[in-house]
């Protein structure tokens, strides 16, 4: 085993605090990663506070992991000692079903998540509020010498969270893309729809952010508080992507959606969202869901951001920082990711 620190959850309730872990031995096509910085996921927090009821303790977040390889398994052949690496979500799937086959390891039924899986040696996986990971080479991502490594950190599950479905639903020249929430995987989308060439449009319950939606891409702003505004913005967009994490009503966001328009859902909602079948029916509207994308598209997405000069605008926070940092997140009092300096570990 490899001795790692790392910051964990204890409990439920209790604050964050530092622990020792040990990563697995690396096999022949493991990658040893020295982890540089690591992005905090409103997930990370769903989790540790058990909103899913399922989370293990002492449980380690961060799935937003950059760093470099310190050593490599004498099979591996897509990384090298000193690369600049990146992990995301996941550190592991069967590689063998159809879905896996098709890049799209993401829907895997064995998939294994950087937190809250089971490892080789059928222990819990943990995250990256830490010094260290060990990855199978499949699922460790180049980071784009353009690219900043601790801007890049929150790339790999709010940059692919929303790329996946922009690309899916074909965002592009012509096409009417509406962003619901300008938080962390909002800013993302409207930077990536914006650079895909889609006329963007950020939804938000008051004009607070409405300089930094514009400054980042975004043609309009829209106030759903404001009932003429909404009244005037029916069967405008060709695509609604929902990044809000609390109940809210969505009949009245899909009234928005033009025929054959699709909102897509991305947040992590703990209660059942009431939707009326009549608002769908009339416009053959779509309500579907996203989570992220494959190994081969996270990687694709890497590389456009580093083409199109796309990073996260972030606040870099020390290690001691951390609880201070997640009661903020409740408070939606960041701007737009926090992103933690592993070096203060």
Not at 21 to 29: A, Q, V
Not at 201 to 210: G, I
Request: aromatic fraction near 4%.
């Amino acid at each position: 085993m490899i001795p790692a620190k790392a910051i964990a959850c204890p409990d439920s309730a209790s604050p964050l605090g530092p622990i020792a872990i040990e990563r697995l031995d690396p096999g022949p096509r493991d990658v040893v990663i020295d982890i540089q910085y690591c992005g905090i996921c409103h997930s990370d927090l769903h989790v540790g506070k058990n909103e899913l009821g399922r989370t293990r303790y002492p449980f380690v977040p961060g799935h937003e992991i950059v760093g470099v390889v310190a050593s490599v398994g004498a099979d591996v052949t897509r990384h090298k000692v000193g690369d600049r690496v990146g992990v995301g979500c996941m550190v592991d799937s069967d590689r063998t079903c159809h879905e896996c086959r098709r890049g799209e390891e993401q829907f895997c039924a064995n998939m294994v998540g950087t937190y809250g899986g089971i490892d080789k040696a059928g222990r819990p996986t943990m995250g990256g509020y830490s010094d260290k990971i060990v990855v199978d080479e499949h699922f460790v991502l180049r980071i784009p010498e353009a690219l900043s490594m601790a801007e890049a950190a929150p790339l790999l599950c709010a940059g692919i969270t929303t790329w996946s479905p922009l690309k899916t639903w074909e965002a592009g020249p012509g096409k009417k893309v509406g962003v619901v929430g300008l938080g962390g995987l909002g800013h993302m989308a409207v930077k990536l729809a914006a650079a895909l060439g889609a006329e963007v449009t950020v939804l938000s319950t008051s004009d607070r952010k409405k300089a930094d939606a514009l400054a980042m891409g975004a043609h309009d702003f829209l106030i759903t508080t404001d009932a003429e505004a909404m009244k005037a913005a029916a069967m405008r967009f060709d695509l609604i992507i929902n990044t809000v994490s609390a109940p809210a009503d969505v009949n009245r966001l899909i009234q928005l959606l033009a025929r054959d328009g699709t909102m897509v859902m991305l947040g992590l909602a703990a209660e059942p969202l009431p939707v009326f079948s009549l608002a769908l029916l009339s416009r053959r509207r779509r309500l579907a869901g996203s989570p992220i994308g494959g190994i081969r598209e996270t990687q694709e997405m890497l590389d456009f951001c580093a083409e199109h000069g796309i990073a996260s605008d972030i606040e870099v926070i020390r290690p001691d920082q951390i609880n201070e940092a997640w009661a903020r997140i409740e408070k939606s009092d960041v701007r737009y990711r926090f992103v933690i300096d592993m070096a203060g570990l």
